[in-house]
């Protein structure tokens, strides 16, 4: 075969394998769109798993009538326009790649009306075939995307996708992550019509924690100590669990960066760590940890996922890391705060 270069719309087909592993992931990138709109109130509408519907419906901005047909473009994005721009990032999303590489491997329906609009306005794409006639449609200010049939193009992917069961426990994760960071926020989670989570905007402290009970459970709010750790520019915040209510398995590890979820390893080993002393091999600390930091101390543009970040200066992110929850672990708090509670 001669080189050619290849369709635009097999182009995103590649790059969804990149950042579409599974429904879960979809929810991921729409609900962070929906974040980047300055939503105050999201709601996750999934049937079977997501593999038949993923439906995202925000009270954000919106997308301008213009625009719409241009949203499900490849490297098209409202949030950067110049190569400086990523040197401090503070929109989750920059790469303008997630709507493209979804529409291409789905039927993807986008519907949004901003505040200038009287009407709202539809557009529509179905895996290789996009249709840029721009639809008047009814919906309130903000925008709904509507994810159909996800991979029914690829059916090797499809084949990969598991039970509804534990697609929607993934998708679960995906939430769960993100209104621990986002309290402010309101969610709903639907699965086949029944509403399996709703979280109020959390505005005050006390309803912050209730926030962070509903998701990590009263034992872990029972046991964890509160942080409050800063150094220049670097401000560590969130709670640790005491050593003694250590997990069998790694599974309440939430860390985040500038509001973004990470599976940093540099983090991850940073706090292993600070708990080497109290814990043994098979014990998992449990934490809900942000650490926020000048946007341009950090490299978020390292995989398309943008779950793995890169610090500037990772020797003293560990550092700073380890002592504020060495300190923490070490303090008397435990009793105080299990006693405000
Ligand atoms: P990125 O988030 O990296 O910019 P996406 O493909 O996820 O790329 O989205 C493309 C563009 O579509 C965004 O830059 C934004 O302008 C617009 N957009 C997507 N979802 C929403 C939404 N829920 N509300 C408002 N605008 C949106
Ligand atoms: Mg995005």
Request: glycine letters at 4%.
């Amino acid at each position: 075969m001669p080189i050619q270069i290849l369709s635009p719309q097999l182009a995103n087909q590649i790059a969804a394998g990149e950042v579409v592993e599974r429904p879960a992931s979809v929810v991921k990138e729409l609900v962070e769109n929906s974040l980047d709109a300055g939503a105050n109130r999201i709601q996750i509408d999934i049937e079977n798993g997501g593999a038949s519907l993923i439906r995202v419906r925000d009270n954000g901005f919106g997308i301008p009538k213009a625009e719409l047909a241009l949203a499900l473009a490849r490297h098209a994005t409202s949030k950067i326009s110049h190569i400086d721009d990523l040197d401090a990032i503070l929109s989750l999303g920059f790469r303008g790649e997630a709507l493209a590489s979804i529409s291409s491997v789905s039927r993807l329906t986008l519907t949004s009306r901003t505040q200038e609009q009287s009407e709202a306005w539809q557009v529509y794409a179905q895996g290789l075939e996009m249709e840029t006639t721009v639809k008047p449609a009814s919906h309130p200010v903000g925008t709904t995307v509507e994810v159909e049939n996800l991979f029914f193009n690829t059916p090797a992917r499809r084949k990969f996708l598991r039970s509804d069961k534990t697609e929607f426990a993934h998708i679960d994760e995906v939430i769960r992550r993100i209104a621990l960071a986002k309290s402010a926020i309101a969610f709903t989670l639907t699965h086949n019509g029944k509403v399996v989570r709703q979280y109020r905007s959390a505005l005050d402290d006390a309803q912050k924690l209730k926030r962070v009970a509903a998701i990590c459970g009263d034992d872990f709010i029972r046991h964890a100590l509160q942080i409050q750790w800063k150094h220049e520019d670097l401000h560590l915040s969130g709670w640790v669990a005491s050593p003694t209510f250590y997990r069998a398995q790694n599974d309440l590890n939430y860390s985040y960066v500038n509001g973004r979820m990470v599976r940093d390893k540099v983090i991850n080993h940073t706090i292993r760590q600070a708990y080497a002393e109290y814990l043994g091999n098979e014990q998992y600390p449990a934490f809900v940890l942000f650490l926020d930091l000048n946007p341009n101390e950090v490299d978020v543009n390292v995989h398309p996922t943008k779950h793995e970040v890169r610090f500037h200066q990772s020797r003293l992110i560990h550092d700073f890391i380890c002592q504020g929850i060495i300190n923490a672990l070490s303090s008397e708090q435990a009793e105080l705060f299990a006693a405000q509670t």
